[in-house]
């Protein structure tokens, strides 16, 4: 069955410096993945996507992800965290299978930036 | 543009009673999804639809009921609420066409049952 695998719970670093979530899915065909963030009392906001092409992808607020076929992983990266950074982060791969369109969500790792 | 608008934005109500979460996108997004978030759960898939007229179950539909009579709104009614009904509920929307698979959020409804 497809899945997703956020394996931290929840990661502190420090204001300035770098950043990854590291994100595992389990599906047998080629995956779309998404980032996306949610800020505290807000709703989610797509980061990035990968669909094809170039397996290092940019997305909005200086992140980055990089797909790799071989580890079925989709890491999140940041050189350099703000502390506006601090939120919970999602990552989710759609089934393309059908028209349905469904993304099969990771259960989330909440990042928080000490000053 | 406003994207994703949900009401209210918060609720409290006593078990037993009913209520109806409105979901409103103005983006001609044919498919429409309603999640319920709970803390360290991520999101669950309550219902979905591809298109007016045609709603289906997700992973946790009991005690959930939609319907989707115009493209733009996807409401999502809450019968004889249960304290397990208390949750963060999101309603989102999609293009159906192409590969944009991206889901767009609304800011979320705050329901507690009590």
């Known amino acids: 069955a497809q899945s997703v695998t956020q394996p931290d719970i929840h990661i502190t670093v420090s204001e300035g410096a770098s950043l990854e979530l590291r994100c595992n899915y389990s599906y047998g065909a080629t995956p779309y993945l998404f980032w996306y963030v949610q800020s505290p009392g807000q709703g989610l906001q797509l980061l990035l996507k990968y669909f094809s092409g170039d397996t290092l992808v940019q997305g909005i607020k200086g992140f980055e992800a990089e797909f790799k076929r071989s580890q079925s992983s989709f890491n999140l990266r940041k050189p350099s965290v703000h502390w506006s950074d601090a939120a919970e982060y999602f990552c989710?791969?759609?089934?393309?299978?059908?028209?349905?369109?469904?993304?099969?969500w990771g259960l989330g790792t909440s990042l928080a930036v000490n000053p | 543009n406003a994207g994703v608008t949900q009401t209210p934005k918060f609720r409290i109500l006593k078990i037993g009673q009913s209520m109806t979460l409105q979901c409103t996108q103005d983006?001609?997004?044919?498919?429409m999804y309603w999640y319920r978030q709970d803390p360290g759960m991520g999101l669950k898939l309550i219902y979905y639809s591809v298109g007016a007229g045609i709603t289906d179950k997700g992973e946790v539909p009991n005690g959930y009921n939609v319907s989707r009579s115009t493209t733009e709104d996807f409401p999502l009614r809450l019968e004889l609420a249960a304290p397990s009904q208390t949750s963060v509920y999101f309603c989102a929307s999609s293009y159906s066409q192409g590969l944009a698979y991206e889901q767009y959020f609304g800011p979320g409804t705050r329901l507690t049952v009590t």
């Open positions: 983006m001609n997004h044919n498919y």
């Open positions: 989710a791969v759609a089934l393309n299978a059908g028209n349905n369109r469904k993304l099969i």
